[in-house]
């Protein structure tokens, strides 16, 4: 989903394909000012977007294959209490999952 | 004369990317995650709801490209041999942004971005959490992925038969 708003951004304004010879400061700002462009225009006009070439329900193009590897470190970050949230969660889906399969005579 | 324009458009522009940047107009348009009501696209669909109700947004690093100065170009070089910046993007259920932090050299993770963000004035409400892939910590405001789970896509193709 937020691969998708990236594609829209980097669709709608083509300034961001390429380095700018403006200084580093200006630079930085461009995509923030950009975004607050994007927000007002999907405030004022919704339907004022570009065209998509791809129909990928889930969002689009998966960059974020090559991520795994960055985050190795930062695990130890992870305490009980979030994987407590993560798994009770991730328990709800798969209860529900299963009785969805059970209901619909899959199992 | 000609010169001249080009200074003058130059100025401009400017004028304008620090006019949107920065508050008023910034954050008049750029609001903070969990500030607005829960988006219909998870109240209304059934494979969401009842989970991803606390779920106020994804979050993710892109790479914009970038034209540093020589004596810091190779700080800005990403693991995919470019040179650009890491900016840190929030966005809500309606493809609006609610968050960005530009500038980062490219070689930066971000994860590392985040912890930036969070010091700076990333704000998440308590109880509430940001959508992550595996680059970022996992932490009760960041919900990530399961390493070295390979999610079913196809059985959630499928699943949209309800």
Request: with cysteine; glycine share 8%; proline share 7%.
């Amino acid at each position: 989903m937020i691969e998708r708003a990236f594609g829209v951004l980097k669709k709608q304004f083509q300034i961001l394909l390429l380095p700018t010879r403006y200084p580093l400061d200006i630079q930085a700002c461009i995509p923030v000012a950009l975004c607050v462009v994007h927000n007002f225009i999907m405030l004022c006009h919704p339907s004022d977007q570009p065209i998509h070439d791809d129909d990928d329900p889930m969002g689009g193009s998966n960059e974020g294959d090559g991520s795994g590897d960055e985050g190795e470190d930062e695990d130890e970050d992870e305490d009980d209490g979030d994987v407590n949230m993560r798994n009770r969660i991730a328990h709800q889906m798969w209860d529900d999952y299963v009785e969805l399969l059970h209901a619909r005579g899959l199992v | 004369m000609e010169m001249m324009e080009t200074d003058n458009i130059t100025s401009y522009f400017r004028k304008m990317v620090e006019t949107l940047s920065e508050p008023p107009i910034y954050t008049m348009f750029v609001k903070p995650p969990g500030i607005d009501p829960l988006s219909s696209k998870i109240r209304l669909n059934r494979k969401l709801y009842p989970y991803f109700k606390d779920a106020i947004g994804a979050i993710d690093g892109s790479h914009i490209p970038i034209a540093p100065p020589a004596r810091l170009a190779s700080a800005y070089r990403t693991r995919k041999g470019f040179i650009s910046q890491n900016c840190l993007f929030a966005c809500d259920f309606d493809l609006r942004f609610t968050y960005a932090l530009t500038g980062w050299e490219g070689s930066a993770s971000d994860a590392r971005i985040f912890g930036d963000a969070c010091m700076r004035n990333l704000e998440i409400p308590e109880g509430q959490y940001l959508l992550g892939d595996l680059g970022f910590p996992s932490k009760p405001s960041l919900l990530v992925p399961y390493r070295g789970v390979r999610y079913h896509l196809a059985e959630w193709g499928r699943a949209n038969v309800q």
